[in-house]
């Protein structure tokens, strides 16, 4: 069965500072993998995805992923936090064969002044 | 980039009413759509993928006679959830797969904060 696993529930980083969110997965075959970010009663938004190629991938607010196979890992990224970045993270993947997207449960990132 | 509307946003209801939510893809056709439900300070638990023209399918667990999904058009999917009660109460977000997109992401509503007293 697929699954999303995201072991941290809050990750507290002050700002200026590198930020990393852990998602790792378990699914069969090469899953489509994204990263969302949802803010307080919002719609989620997409940040990022990696579908094929370079296992690092860069997506919007400069936010960056690296997906490693062999931890069958894609952790979120980026090289100095802001206020802003505080938010509600979710790591997701997607079977090649279907349509379901499977999230992991969130991570929530707080960002310090 | 495409959009997702969601309506209403949030509804109190009183316990034993049903209540529609409405999702509509504003500029592009969504072949398939998603709905999830969210609890507080939980992931997205996906209830059922609607498929415009079709009967939904519904995850294992969720009541398909209480939540009634209807994909009616390519830009409009509802939820009505029927005979609401309190454990009702809850986040839900929609989504939409764009019809023959190549990049795979998701588009979602801003959601509906359903409140049933």
């Known amino acids: 069965a697929q699954s999303v696993a995201q072991p941290e529930d809050q990750v507290n980083v002050a700002e200026g500072n590198p930020l990393t969110v852990k998602c790792t997965y378990s699914?069969?075959?090469?899953?489509?993998l994204f990263w969302y970010v949802q803010y307080p009663n919002r719609g989620l938004q997409f940040l990022l995805k990696?579908?094929?190629?370079?296992?690092l991938v860069k997506g919007s607010y400069g936010f960056e992923a690296e997906f490693n196979k062999s931890q069958t890992s894609f952790h979120l990224k980026k090289p100095s936090a802001l206020v802003s970045d505080s938010a509600l993270y979710f790591c997701?993947?997607?079977?090649?064969?279907?349509?379901?997207?499977?999230f992991g449960a969130g991570t929530r990132l707080f960002v310090k002044a | 980039g495409a959009v997702v509307s969601q309506h209403p946003s949030r509804v109190i209801c009183k316990s034993g009413t049903s209540v529609k939510i409405e999702c509509r893809s504003l500029?592009?056709?969504?072949?398939?759509m998603f709905w999830y439900r969210q609890f507080p300070k939980q992931s997205l638990m996906l209830m059922a993928t609607?498929?415009?023209?079709?009967?939904?399918?519904?995850e294992q667990g969720v009541e398909k006679d209480k939540f009634l999904i209807n994909h009616a058009s390519l830009t409009l999917s509802t939820l009505t959830v029927t005979s609401a009660h309190p454990e009702d109460s809850s986040f839900y977000i929609c989504?939409?797969?764009?019809?023959?997109?190549?990049?795979?992401?998701?588009?979602f509503g801003s959601g509906t904060q359903l409140s049933v007293l």
């Open positions: 989504s939409a797969r764009e019809q023959a997109a190549t990049n795979e992401k998701l588009f």
């Open positions: 699914v069969s075959g090469n899953p489509y």
């Open positions: 990696y579908i094929t190629g370079d296992n």
């Open positions: 997701a993947v997607r079977d090649r064969r279907g349509f379901k997207t499977i």
């Open positions: 500029d592009f056709q969504a072949t398939t």
């Open positions: 609607s498929n415009e023209g079709s009967k939904a399918t519904y």
